[in-house]
């Protein structure tokens, strides 16, 4: 309530002061607010009526987990003696489904050496799946064909393979003097080698020359989730991309922000229609090998999530 009221007495400075007149639109022409879909483009309009010896500026920065700014344009036309600012937005909201909110834009009303900061209205959309919940086309699950042996036919044959195995072990311990069930000391490979040899293996693949983006995507996201769980001894591949993201926030972990951008990046394309363009693509997986190199360890025992 008392931002809404800061925001009220703002619009009224602004037009009492200033003289401007702020409304905010959803372009229904581009569009579609019934049929609104997970990755969908959103497009909407912020358009300012003012004196033409003001300069507004968008400020370009939004905290969403979920809400994203893809491409703003700006353009001015004049009407008699008043200057039109339209600002015209296009977004996604990516992850989540239902009544969802894009928030208000702040912007900086700019008059010889004043300043003035101004929001646009927010606005209230309805996100719809993309599975169809109401339809969802079920197979019936086909009874396991069951094979029956008998309790010789299952058991001895095993039995004896087993008592041969263990004899020629024993044979061979014994000629060698060594004892017949060593203890092994398993040599740990470090988390960044196993990471940076999986991107080679990747790299050989060329999914990116074949069209194969959302593969290409997906083992990317497996590697930096494999890599995080390694290295910091978490179980990040059991979680989601937003739960990572959720952790590495209430943790102390270098390059933490670097890491949440890759997942985010790859969620999209994985559960979104977003289709990035191919030099983002490559530039993604030199970024993890980067942020791999800059947080890699000597001994795996070390620098784990308190």
């Given at each position: ?197 999986k991107i080679k293996e990747l790299k050989k ?97 070390n620098d784990r999530i308190s």
């Amino acid at each position: 309530m008392k931002k809404f009221c800061i925001l009220l007495l703002t619009l009224f400075l602004a037009n009492i002061l200033f003289g401007i007149n702020i409304s905010t639109k959803l372009d229904t022409i581009n569009t579609n607010i019934y049929k609104i879909y997970v990755g969908d483009r959103i497009y909407f309009n912020v358009i300012f009526e003012h004196k033409s010896n003001k300069n507004i500026k968008f400020y370009d920065e939004i905290e969403s987990e979920f809400f994203e700014i893809l491409e703003v344009k700006k353009s001015i036309s004049k009407n008699e003696d008043i200057q039109i600012t339209n600002f015209k937005f296009e977004s996604a909201v990516f992850f989540d489904i239902g009544e969802q909110i894009i928030p208000q834009m702040k912007f900086n009303i700019i008059d010889n050496e004043d300043t003035l900061e101004m929001f646009s209205d927010s606005i209230i959309i309805d996100i719809k799946s993309i599975v169809d919940t109401e339809n969802p086309q079920l197979k019936d699950i086909k009874n396991p064909i069951s094979i029956n042996f008998t309790f010789l036919e299952y058991f001895l044959p095993i039995l004896f393979l087993v008592i041969i195995i263990v004899i020629i072990i024993i044979i061979v311990k014994k000629r060698k003097n060594e004892p017949i069930f060593p203890k092994k000391e398993e040599k740990k490979i470090p988390a960044h080698i196993i990471a940076l040899e999986k991107i080679k293996e990747l790299k050989k693949k060329k999914l990116l020359d074949n069209k194969k983006m959302k593969e290409y995507y997906t083992e990317i996201s497996w590697i930096c989730r494999e890599y995080l769980e390694n290295r910091f001894g978490f179980p990040f591949l059991e979680f989601t991309g937003f739960e990572i993201r959720q952790i590495l926030k209430k943790h102390n972990i270098e390059n933490k922000s670097k890491f949440q951008n890759i997942l985010k990046n790859c969620d999209k394309v994985k559960y979104a229609k977003y289709i990035p363009q191919q030099k983002n693509s490559e530039k993604l997986i030199t970024d993890l090998e980067n942020v791999i190199n800059d947080t890699k360890i000597d001994t795996e025992n070390n620098d784990r999530i308190s």
